[in-house]
T-cell receptor
């Protein structure tokens, strides 16, 4: 079945540091890939997505590229801010739009000033 | 816009009792709502998918008689954990999908502790 493996934390960075959160997946065909973010006390929010190979999703300075050859969707940000402190989840939806999301375990990021 | 609320945010109940968790879409109509369960340091696991006015579709391994889901209106779905046991203690999260839209909007979650 479909599965997602992502970096586990927690991770602590200083403000303006570079961030990479690795995410790899196992799925048949061409799934859609997502990064969700959960700020303290709030629900998960869609951060970015990519629906086909080589697509790049981007939002709020975060980027992730759908790499079919390496089955990866790594999240990057060049300069993190304190406000980026949150839990980040990588997820996929199977090809054909089944609407079922499969999540990674999530990674807690803390950014210190 | 697209806000989903859950109530309560935190509940403690005694073993053998039932507890109901509400999921509401506050500013949109949700034809489909999803219920997830999350254990500490684990992924969110989909429990069931509910469509307004019809029976919920449960994932394999989820006891439908234990986790009763009702989606009676386009803005409200409820999850009732019946005869709760300590192993049901977990974080329950709902999400809702708007009519004609693709994205799921998530609630903040409900922490259930069964003593």
């Amino acid at each position: 079945g479909n599965s997602v493996t992502q970096m586990e934390g927690p991770v602590t960075l200083s403000e303006e540091a570079f961030l990479t959160i690795n995410c790899t997946y196992t799925a048949t065909g061409y799934p859609s890939l997502f990064w969700y973010v959960q700020y303290p006390g709030e629900g998960l929010q869609l951060l970015l997505k990519a629906t086909k190979a080589d697509d790049k999703g981007s939002n709020k300075g975060f980027e992730a590229t759908y790499r079919k050859e390496t089955t990866s969707f790594h999240l990057e940000k060049g300069s993190v801010q304190v406000s980026d402190s949150a839990v980040y989840f990588c997820a996929l939806e199977g090809q054909g739009g089944s609407e079922k999301l499969v999540f990674g375990k999530g990674m807690k990021l803390t950014v210190n000033p | 816009g697209a806000v989903v609320s859950q109530h309560p945010s935190w509940v403690i109940c005694k073993s053998g009792t039932s507890v109901k968790i509400e999921c509401r879409s506050l500013d949109f109509q949700a034809t489909t709502m999803f219920w997830y369960r999350q254990f500490p340091k684990q992924s969110l696991m989909l429990m069931a998918t509910s469509n307004e006015g019809s029976k919920a579709t449960y994932e394999q391994g989820v006891e439908k008689d234990k986790f009763l889901i009702n989606h009676a209106s386009l803005t409200l779905s409820t999850l009732t954990v019946t005869s709760a046991h300590p192993e049901d203690s977990s974080f329950y999260i709902c999400s809702a999908r708007q009519v004609m839209f693709y994205e799921q909007y998530f609630g903040p979650g409900t922490r259930l502790t069964v003593t």
